[in-house]
């Protein structure tokens, strides 16, 4: 299994490499150099000249390449934020706990309400809870995630008046007390609930099939004909064979979570990263947007690492050798 | 002789040829669709619902002007919808229902054209590779791999901002780099099954080219499953691109699409007190998307005999 997963991790570098130089010439492409930021309008263009050639700015831009990834590799320096006026690695630290946290959230939401629905609607198939859920998956599958948030938003943010409408925290209570804990809470259930419901339909679908497979299957049968309760049958039995595979698509999860978090945390100004990206764009700071690609990718590719790491741990019969 | 001849006569039952023949076809895709909205009321709802749209947006955008739509009156900003403005007026004074034909308009063009690129290069791509196999499979697979791994909404939003000059053409090839990839694998597994099968064995003894089998014979046989697919991704198509426009990153300003509508939510008093802003693009995207989808679930229990219900 170790070779594996070693084999696994080793094919992730070429592919790494390949979204860097995707990366790298789009950062080519963009106005602007790294040391924008820096730059005041009073300085002397001789001086902004002299500092673009002592970092190397016009050599060949296979060179330039080699130099960007020397200095990511080896001092983690992603450049500076134009408009924050600070490193870029700094200010996306600070944003990626809140999109941490946020996303911690979903994921908790999200198996809270698909286990228990996908269970159920799989044992008691064609009832009318069963007949719910189903309509439940359709419109959660089919609705946008943009006018879900934006109906939510209105619901329950400004007609309801439930929830806090923008923002990550409210202003003016000191870091670590628990009212700040339940500040960061409520702003955080809206946006929470709003990704969670939109990321439940696979897991509820999978868990309906296989509990309905599951009825028929000859583990069931003895168990049921030694006298085991039902109830325990479900809760023992089918349910841990079931959610095996769910586990292993938990690296799919993170990764679907993350690039929702763009249109969730702009729609409720949740100050994450995906919120990060698209203000950084908008104020074209290249140097965020960059990284922010780069990061994302490379969580994107863990998240499937995680995935097949998972599945080989599930299912021996998977294991590539 | 004459006996004989009497004798096996009396002995074989009357058979009414055309009859047995109607039993023993195989229904084509089409009639059992048919009997399938014919059992599934909603669907056919659901059909009737979109032609109903999207016969009023294209006819409705064909009819308007569109620059007198897009003209921009300042009398008119944020006029709520009354005599003058069915819908009201948005912060330039232009009507929110003609913005709402012209915009579902490109919406659902540019679904459409996105969809049929992506699945012409999906099939095209698919076929080839689930029929010969070896070398080109894995490397053509290696690089679905890749794509389907890439932060795709980050790089598409950074695409549009890096490119100069940015249009429409634009924003429909980059969704096809990275959209063709879903299309080309379905395709590829479907051929691939297929190829194990005695009729293409026995075609290629024959000496059938390859190109005739490929076209000829796979692609009819799997082809309820591509309509089906190219449903579901139309729809998906649709979502994507509204998404985006509403991030502001999707069409050009010049072409208004849902999505530009949608993200009129963002202007300060939208949510509270000027609903009619996005509210109808949004309602309008969310039957879309459901009437969509619903159309595509009762073509794919037709296309798998198993899950049929006429």
């Known amino acids: ?321 | 002789m004459s006996k004989n001849g009497t004798g096996i006569k009396a002995i074989a039952p009357k058979i009414d040829e055309e009859a047995l023949k109607s039993v023993s076809k195989v229904p084509s895709f089409w009639k059992v669709l048919k009997r399938e909205f014919k059992v599934d009321k909603l669907a056919k709802t659901c059909l009737v619902i979109l032609i109903i749209i999207f016969a009023i947006v294209l006819i409705g955008s064909f009819i308007l002007n569109q620059e007198e739509i897009m003209k921009i009156n300042l009398r008119n900003k944020y006029k709520a919808p009354g005599k003058e403005f069915i819908l009201g007026a948005d912060i330039g004074g232009r009507s929110i229902a003609g913005q709402l034909l012209i915009g579902g308009r490109n919406s659902i063009l540019i679904g459409i054209a996105v969809t049929i690129l992506t699945s012409g290069i999906g099939v095209v791509v698919g076929l080839i590779v689930g029929y010969y196999g070896g070398k080109v499979d894995s490397i053509i697979m290696r690089i679905c791999d890749f794509i389907s791994i890439l932060p795709t909404t980050l790089l598409i939003i950074t695409f549009v901002v890096v490119i100069p000059k940015y249009t429409m053409w634009h924003f429909i090839f980059i969704m096809t780099v990275f959209y063709w990839v879903g299309m080309t694998r379905l395709v590829r597994s479907k051929a691939l099954s297929e190829n194990r099968k005695d009729y293409i064995n026995a075609s290629k003894i024959m000496g059938t080219s390859d190109l005739k089998i490929m076209y000829g014979s796979i692609l009819p046989n799997i082809s309820s499953i591509i309509i089906v697919d190219l449903i579901l991704s139309f729809a998906g198509n649709i979502g994507i691109e509204t998404g985006l426009s509403f991030l502001g990153f999707g069409l050009p300003p010049a072409t208004p699409s849902l999505g530009t509508l949608v993200s009129y939510a963002r202007t300060p008093g939208a949510m509270s007190n000027k609903l009619w802003l996005w509210l109808p693009a949004s309602l309008l995207i969310l039957v879309m998307m459901l009437c969509i989808n619903y159309v595509g679930q009762a073509f794919r229990r037709a296309s798998d005999a198993k899950q049929r219900l006429g």
């Open chain 1, 1 to 321: 299994m170790w070779k594996t997963i070693l084999r696994r991790v080793l094919l992730m570098i070429p592919q790494l490499a390949i979204l860097s130089v995707i990366v790298f010439v789009f950062g080519q492409m963009m106005p602007g150099d790294p040391f924008t930021g820096l730059i005041t309008p009073d300085m002397d263009p001789l001086v902004i000249e002299e500092i673009k050639e002592k970092n190397g700015l016009n050599e060949p831009i296979p060179v330039q390449y080699k130099n960007w990834i020397v200095k990511i590799l080896r001092d983690g320096d992603f450049g500076r934020s134009y408009t924050y006026k600070m490193p870029v690695a700094t200010l996306i630290g600070e944003r990626a706990k809140n999109t941490l946290w946020l996303s911690l959230l979903t994921l908790i939401l999200t198996y809270l309400i698909a286990i228990p629905l996908g269970i159920y609607s799989g044992r008691y198939q064609n009832s009318h809870l069963d007949k719910a859920v189903i309509v439940y998956n359709f419109v959660s599958y089919a609705i946008p995630s943009f006018i879900l948030a934006l109906i939510f938003l209105l619901i329950f943010g400004y007609r309801l008046g439930w929830f806090p409408t923008t923002g990550s925290v409210e202003i003016g209570i000191p870091k670590g007390t628990f009212a700040y804990f339940r500040s960061r809470l409520h702003y955080m259930i809206l946006p929470a609930i709003t990704a969670a419901i939109l990321r439940t339909t696979g897991t509820i679908q999978y868990l309906r099939n296989e509990v309905i497979d599951a009825k028929t299957q000859d583990y069931v049968k003895t168990a049921r004909s030694k006298g085991v309760p039902t109830n325990k049958v479900y809760t023992h039995h089918i349910f841990r064979n079931s959610l095996l595979p769910i586990a292993a698509f938990f690296g799919f999860t993170i990764t679907g979570l993350l690039s929702g978090s763009v249109f969730i945390e702009t729609i409720f100004s949740y100050s994450g990263m995906g919120e990060l990206f698209i203000t950084s764009i908008n104020s074209r700071d290249y140097a965020v947007m960059n990284t922010l690609v780069l990061l994302f990718g490379f969580l994107t590719l863990t998240g499937s690492l995680l995935s097949d790491i998972i599945m080989t741990i599930v299912d021996p019969r998977i294991r590539i050798e």
